[in-house]
């Protein structure tokens, strides 16, 4: 038995919300990860289902590893069909806002969603979220927003609405947004809903290899140059930095997610509980931060980089140079000694 964690009166107004229209448009945050596109793509399998018209718009590409996700081809990302999306979300009759919590989330997409007259549905859980929606199902209590869409179409009283394809995005946005179930994922529900999802046909193995294991030669070379040039760790605060220049990206012909998940990579070191990871863009530096146990990044993130997120997963971003980037990040490190464990 799964537990009611989303109340009553919400999944009432969500259900009628949706019934009430056709066209529905989802959006997600910027740098839409395996969780921003599990979602969306569940919730579109769903409404398809039930015969409505949804779109998917996020601002920017999604990486390489979530393409062959099912549907994913018709997603559309704001940056290179902006008149479009436009379009679409100004003529759409309600708009789902998935796995983000404030508005800025979604970079230059932000405007058009905020004047479009849809009422929207946020579906999300991170702390702390805005009031643009006008339905707010936001649980940070629970590791993704995928396993909220599948909560949200069971209690809506659909669970036979999910088909495999659904099902393969919500299990994808589950195993990402915990590291394939390696942090935030000790609720035990998590895996009577992975049971259903199995049930429904879903391959854990083969979605994982899909994943984590079609990376390219260029992403593992970076990798390992990252390692052994790069990394920089600092025993006395439990922490390690790892930073890369725009011209050590461009040698390794980087492409968005050539770097996924490289800021866990330091956690495996015994004795290092906090990991930062800063990647040179072209105008400015995006930060990631990860840490175990107690150990707040979310706080980290907000104090310097004017980022947020949840207590072992956060980002931000520096309008520094990358080496002052780095200089405020080690100033600062002595700060944080008290939420050492
Ligand atoms: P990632 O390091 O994978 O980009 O982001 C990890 C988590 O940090 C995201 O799920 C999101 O909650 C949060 N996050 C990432 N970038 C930002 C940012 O620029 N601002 C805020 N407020 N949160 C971010
Ligand atoms: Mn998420």
Redesign the pocket.
């Known amino acids: 038995m799964i537990s009611k964690i989303i109340a009553e009166d919400l999944i009432t107004k969500a259900k009628k919300a949706i019934d009430n229209v056709d066209k529905i448009v989802i959006v997600a945050?910027v740098?839409p990860?395996g969780?921003a596109i599990g979602a969306s793509l569940a919730l579109w399998h769903y409404l398809m289902t039930v015969e409505k018209e949804p779109v998917i718009i996020v601002p920017n590409p999604f990486p390489n590893f979530l393409a062959w996700m099912p549907g994913a081809e018709c997603i559309l990302d704001y940056e290179s069909q902006k008149e479009k999306s436009d379009e679409m979300i100004a003529s759409a009759e309600l708009i789902f806002a998935l796995?983000?919590?404030?508005a800025?989330?979604l970079g230059d997409m932000a405007d058009a969603v905020l004047i479009a007259p849809a009422d929207k549905i946020l579906v999300d859980h991170?702390l702390h979220p805005d009031t643009f929606a006008k339905i707010k199902i936001s649980y940070p209590e629970i590791s993704s927003t995928s396993e909220l869409i599948f909560r949200l179409i069971c209690r809506m009283g659909d669970f036979s609405m999910i088909n495999l394809a659904c099902a393969e995005c919500i299990y994808t946005g589950m195993m990402t947004?915990t590291g394939g179930f390696t942090y935030n994922s000790n609720n035990q529900e998590i895996y009577t809903i992975i049971a259903e999802l199995i049930k429904l046909g879903v391959d854990k193995d083969e979605i994982y290899r899909k994943v984590f294991n079609t990376y390219s030669v260029d992403r593992l070379r970076l990798m390992g140059f990252c390692l052994y040039h790069k990394m920089k760790v600092y025993p006395e605060y439990r922490a390690a930095l790892i930073t890369l220049t725009k011209k050590e990206l461009d040698e390794f012909n980087y492409i968005n997610g050539d770097a996924?998940g490289f800021?866990n990579i330091p956690l495996s070191i015994a004795g290092v509980d906090f990991s930062v990871?800063m990647r040179e863009d072209t105008d400015k530096i995006?930060i990631?931060?990860?840490s175990q146990g107690t150990f707040p990044a979310?706080k980290v993130?907000?104090d310097l980089f004017?980022?947020?997120?949840?207590l072992n997963?956060?980002?931000?971003?520096s309008k520094l140079t990358l080496d002052d980037s780095v200089k405020k990040f080690e100033e600062a490190l002595p700060d944080y000694q008290d939420f050492l464990e």
């Open positions: 945050h740098g990860d969780d796995d983000f919590n404030t800025s989330r991170h947004d996924e800021v990871f995006k990631s931060f990860r979310n993130a907000a004017n980022g947020g997120g949840h997963a956060a980002g931000g971003e």
